[in-house]
């Protein structure tokens, strides 16, 4: 298989109104792949087709070789899926819960017990299982959920906004956890509005805002498109930017001006792309 996940000319549209539009998109198998964007850019929207939740108004969707319309079941023997609003069964014991996930997928006892116990165990919660879910922290709650979405042995993860209020030390936990699966050859495709998360985990980026793919590519492949070299500049209460190719091309401008008051250069980031792209902050 060439590719996880393929998208052709996706569209979905909800009461007459464009949510996502002429989407396409490829995702290859071991990649890290990080869909960012504001609130409301279709996010969830893309992630709910492709895990046949919703289905595309127009256009086409493979994933691990299965339209996801035509061959629902398929996809869904291969994807393991982490909503933020799926969640997991508080009156339940930790176990109880990956157990009664395994019968779902009609995983054989034998194997749903070592599967249990191995994933328990890789995203440490061993110690836990006896205790009621409603009992756990919030860093819990996900690492049981992602635990749980793993059992059936998937070819890929989604996850939907997966560190989404958690604090930082939690959230790094996690994205350590995430990093591990990948480095087993876990396709990933992960939703975020936090920069640090995609700099930090993806492979490659793709921006969506207002339901369209604006930018595709590597973060070093989108730092060169749009400059490496940041000069922000404070103009009243707000900051105005201006990209360099290089920081020394930034620095020489900056060293060149007869007043630098308001004025500081340093390397671009994902947000000053982002930003630049669109007009407005992630958050
Ligand atoms: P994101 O995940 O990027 O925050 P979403 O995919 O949740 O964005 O939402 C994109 C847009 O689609 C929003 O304007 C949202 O209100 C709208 N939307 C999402 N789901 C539905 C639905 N079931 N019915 C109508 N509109 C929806």
Not at 224 to 251: C, I, S, V
Request: proline share 4%; glycine share 8%; hydrophobic share 35%.
């Amino acid at each position: 298989m060439s590719f996880a996940i393929c998208l052709q000319n996706v569209h979905k549209v909800y009461n007459n109104i464009s949510v996502v539009t002429d989407l396409s998109l490829t995702i290859h198998p071991g990649e890290i792949f990080g869909l960012l964007g504001p609130n409301g850019a279709g996010k969830s929207t893309t992630i709910r087709m492709l895990t046949t939740l919703t289905q595309p108004t127009q256009g086409d969707i493979v994933v691990a070789g299965y339209d996801v319309v035509r061959q629902p079941a398929g996809v869904k023997k291969q994807i393991g899926v982490v909503l933020q609003q799926t969640s997991v069964d508080t009156d339940l014991t930790v176990w109880e819960n990956m157990e009664f996930h395994g019968r779902m997928h009609h995983i054989p006892r034998h194997r749903r017990q070592q599967e249990i116990k191995r994933w328990l165990e890789y995203v440490e919660l061993a110690d836990r299982r006896s205790d009621l879910v409603k009992t756990l922290s919030g860093g819990m709650k996900r690492r049981l959920q992602i635990a749980r979405a793993l059992l059936h042995q998937p070819q890929i993860l989604f996850l939907d906004e997966p560190t989404v209020g958690l604090d930082p030390q939690t959230r790094r936990r996690l994205w350590e956890i995430i990093k591990g699966l990948n480095q087993q050859g876990m396709t990933i495709l992960l939703t975020t509005h936090y920069m640090e998360e995609v700099e930090y985990l993806c492979n490659r980026i793709g921006i969506i805002d207002s339901g369209s793919l604006i930018e595709l590519g590597t973060l070093p492949e989108l730092r060169q498109k749009h400059g490496e070299g940041l000069l922000m500049k404070q103009n009243g209460d707000r900051w105005d930017y201006m990209f360099f190719p290089t920081l020394p091309e930034a620095e020489t401008y900056l060293s060149q001006q007869n007043n630098k008051t308001g004025m500081m250069v340093r390397p671009s980031n994902l947000e000053d792309i982002f930003v630049e792209l669109t007009g407005r902050n992630l958050d």
